[in-house]
């Protein structure tokens, strides 16, 4: 630790934590070297590989079962999550999604990029933004729940173990993502 | 034995399993924000060939992660058989895909990335989570109007070495090669469409695609572990219950265990189609030796409290079968001791003796009996009245509960 940091360190204000200057991303192929040693970690201590949208459902399924409690128990998809006594939030899935809010949190600390902002294209306006990711959010989970998993429950894991199954997801996510961009091009360029 | 996965359950407490879920989740977190995936114009932009970062990102882990599992496969250390591998549903899968780009492409993030953009306060990630939960709310209330579909098309844990016949070793030289051309190409389109100069990038980058296809290589050459090589791992471990006969059971063991319904229990007859035919077991599977491979996915999905029962005539063929279900993992398989024949001398009953004739001389692996037409299951010895049996035996079957993943992160 240098002198300087050590300065900063005495003088610890929570406002200091999110106004660090931001450092830039990793290099795209060491990131990618570093995330395929932590999905082999996963496969070989556990057995299971990455998720996220899994985690996602279980969340909405519980949040679902304290607003309306019986209705959970109506629905066959919802009560293999939280049906009847079932804690939908006590699965390994719920606590990787955890791990990864705080792992991502701790990150962006660090690099001094966690802030409170909106990333968008050019020509478009936080509002148009922001409805857009929440319509993207929608039509992403329920893709993902339609074909069992999302970028990293089937196409990251799934392609690294060579599931057939994983790969036809995989080309399908981009293929519907490469067809699609031309037409909405305004929302990012 | 192969030890790797760990079975976390049997070894560690409950605290302790979510804590390593925990660490894993973390680093995954960890590095999807250092590699920019909280950035929604980075994802964005690889759809329009001006910064691939993500698409770099996000294939270079892949070749990664899969050369690190077939590796250690390779050399025994890990089991693939125990491996969650994402089963296949066809149609769904596509159409479930072609709605996930729709929304990428809209939202700017994936379910993954979002919560990380929505840890690091990214307002557009939170709008995007936010949408998910409410995505997943449609899905649970539409789902059941075309649950067929939902459900249709199902493969099962189908690989892609599968699907093109061809050996681990090649699928993994493939798809490496696949992938490094898709870097290589992705970097020409960079240049093309994002102005982006190539040659700034570190040249480490070629030497470490150069590395992956070394690995893939020397996957290949190795190869991956046979039932033979597996048996003989296993054999240190589990030769001995084959030599004090543990794994085999007394016929009136199996009847008791019909009754049994804390077990699941699958019955799996390897004898000829013929022999099946004369007479079988009431719900026994017919299933050669040369078909078990094939069957093997299945039978390691199946639930926890599964008991497999392998049959032959006499035991040799069904001995040889348990030691390929052992060898590929598949939990709690016992042998029926004595085989069909041993069955039939102890409760074929004046019905099938007045069918089957006499008992006849036969040579190892033939059936003793003479059957004068084709019973399959229709007669009292197929499922024997529990009540008028009461026999002593030495009891050898014990649940092991040492399972693979039943589910993937996507459940």
Redesign the interface.
Known sequence: MTENQKQEKQKFRLKDL?NRPSKP?????L???????????????????????????????F??DLIAPGHINQ????I??AGGQRNPLD???V??????????????VI?G?????????PNIS?QT?????????????????????????????????????????????????????YF??R??? | MIP???H?ESLLSKPL??L?????????????????F?????L??Q??FKD???F??????????????FL?SAVG??D?N?????????W??????????????????????????????????I???????????????T??LY?FF?NGSY?G???????FNLR?GI??IL?TLMAVFM?WGGEQLEKIYGKKDPKK??KA?YY?AGVLVIVAIIIAVIGQPTTADRWEKLALVRGDDLTNREIYIHPGELLDTFHDHKLNLVMIDVRSEADYNLFHLLDAENITPEEIPESIDSFIAMPANTVFVVMSNDEATSTEVWKTLTAQAVPNVYVLSGGINQWLDTFATPYEEGVCGDMIEAGVEELHYEFDAALGSNCPAAYPDHDKYHLEYEKKIELDLKR??V?????
């Not at chain 1, 990029?113 to 294209?121: A, S």
């Open positions: 999110f991303y990793a290099n795209p192929y990131g990618g070297v570093l995330l395929g040693m932590v999905l082999f970690t996963s496969y070989f201590i556990t057995g299971n590989g990455l998720g996220a949208s899994g985690g996602l459902s279980r969340i909405a399924a949040v679902e629905v066959p998809y919802l293999n999550l699965n390994w899935i606590i990787v999604t955890a791990g990864v809010l705080i792992g991502g949190f701790t990150s962006g690099h990029r966690t802030k409170f902002e909106t990333h968008k294209g936080n933004r922001w409805l857009f990711a929440f319509l993207g959010g929608i039509c992403f989970t329920y893709g993902a729940r339609l074909a069992r998993g999302c970028t990293s429950g089937q196409a990251l894991s799934g392609g690294a173990t060579l599931s057939a199954g994983s790969w036809v997801v995989m080309f399908s996510i981009f293929g519907g993502a490469y067809a699609l961009a909405v091009r929302l990012w360029n | 790797f996965p760990l976390l399993t979510y390593i879920f925990l660490l894993i989740g973390f680093l995954f977190g960890y590095v999807l924000e250092i590699s920019g909280n950035h929604s114009p980075s964005a932009s759809f329009y691939l970062r993500v770099k990102v996000f294939f270079t882990a892949i070749v990664v992660g899969m050369l690190l599992l250690s250390l890990l693939y125990l491996i969650w591998v994402n089963p296949t549903y066809l769904s899968g596509i159409v479930g895909g072609l709605i996930m780009g729709v929304g990428f492409i809209l939202g700017g993030f994936c379910p993954g990335t979002s919560l990380v953009a929505l840890a690091t306060l990214k307002i557009d990630g709008f995007f989570v936010l949408g998910g939960l409410v995505g997943v709310f449609i899905f649970g209330e789902v059941d649950k939902f493969y844990r189908l690989t892609l070495m599968d699907v681990t699928v993994v798809v870097l990038a570190p980058r470490g693979a993943p589910g993937g992160g996507c459940g």
